[in-house]
């Protein structure tokens, strides 16, 4: 799979959601080039914006979308590494911070 398919796929499953990629193409292809690489790594597509450690069941929570998106999307626009988003911040009706790590270091 290239990023290109995987931005198709992951366009309708964010239009699915009632959220939207970022409007970025070019930043979204290179998260989405992280995700495939990381897929390639450890047999999925851990988020590439944190540290996987390529155990499956360790990893669960960052596996895109991570269980943290939704919050994420709803209290910020955007998801930590800012590939989904709500409509309002792809608009520039929100102002785009920096979204905290929600994820528990052990």
Avoid at 9 to 15: H, P, S
């Amino acid at each position: 799979m290239t990023a290109d398919n995987l931005y198709e796929i992951l366009t309708k499953y964010a239009e699915s959601r009632g959220i939207q990629l970022n409007k970025d193409k070019y930043f979204v292809l290179d998260i989405l080039r992280g995700l495939l690489k990381n897929e390639e790594r450890f047999g999925y597509r851990a988020c590439p914006c944190r540290l996987a450690s390529g155990i499956k069941e360790k990893d669960s929570d960052i596996i895109c979308p991570c269980k943290y998106s939704e919050p994420d999307i709803k209290e910020f626009g955007s998801c930590y590494c800012s590939l989904y988003v709500s409509q309002q911040w792809n608009e520039g009706n929100l102002k785009h911070v920096r979204v905290p790590e929600r994820r528990q270091q052990a």
